[in-house]
T-cell receptor, first 113, second 112 residues
């Protein structure tokens, strides 16, 4: 597609439920990042995929968070047993390997009630 | 010390003013540097990359000082539409690799 697409754009879930967030990167982009941004805060790195290499999961805050990228394209970020502190905007970005421009999707606003 | 530090502002300036933002980073091995712009409740968008030789794009000038580990952004003849949060971004800030590390941003408000 023309840009990075994320779905859903908004998600309200009850504490303790699992959620799946989807990112569809720009076609051909080999690098994919997940970040989250809490209200009034900076962007917090979560996970990075580059081609077929093992992902850099160093930013995942707990084992309730996991992500996968199937076929080198679409990625899903899964949060199990959601907590209120998980409420944030989850942003996905992609880029071509070796290129320095990262394009962000418009994010998924997650609210845990 | 934070990996990437910025003055949060806000910087309130009149239209037409020149304003400068600075950013410092902690890892001397950092590889690439950028300025992103983020409007309220929107995703960040790449404003410009920052090169050692300095680079200019219209009213915007970015500079990198590797010896002092700081990056600057200068906006000349500021417009109302420049009002946004400006994010300093460093690649390879923590142990190398292609991870982007974002500063918390500097808020700019351009007023009539």
């Amino acid at each position: 597609g023309a840009g990075v697409s994320q779905s859903p754009s908004n998600k309200v879930t009850e504490k303790g439920k699992d959620v799946e967030l989807r990112c569809d990167p720009i076609s051909g982009h080999t690098a994919l990042y997940w970040y989250r941004q809490s209200l009034g805060q900076g962007l917090e790195f979560l996970i990075y995929f580059q081609g077929n290499s093992a992902p850099d999961k160093s930013g995942l805050p707990s084992d309730r968070f996991s992500a996968e990228r199937t076929g080198g394209s679409v990625s899903t970020l899964t949060i199990q047993r959601t907590q209120q502190e998980d409420s944030a905007v989850y942003l996905c970005a992609s880029s071509l390997r070796g290129q320095l421009g990262y394009t962000f999707g418009s994010g998924t606003r997650l609210t845990v009630v | 010390r934070k990996e990437v530090e910025q003055d949060p502002g806000p910087f309130n300036v009149p239209e037409g003013a020149t304003v400068a933002f600075n950013c410092t980073y902690s890892n001397s091995a950092s590889q690439s540097f950028f300025w992103y712009r983020q409007d309220c409740r929107k995703e960040p968008k790449l404003l410009m990359s920052v090169y050692s030789s300095g680079n200019e794009d219209g009213r915007f000038t970015a500079q990198l000082n590797r010896a002092s580990q700081y990056i600057s952004l200068l906006i000349r003849d500021s417009k109302l539409s420049d009002s946004a949060t400006y994010l300093c971004v460093v690649m390879g800030a923590t142990g190398g690799g292609n991870k982007l590390t974002f500063g918390t941003g500097t808020q700019l408000k351009v007023e009539l």
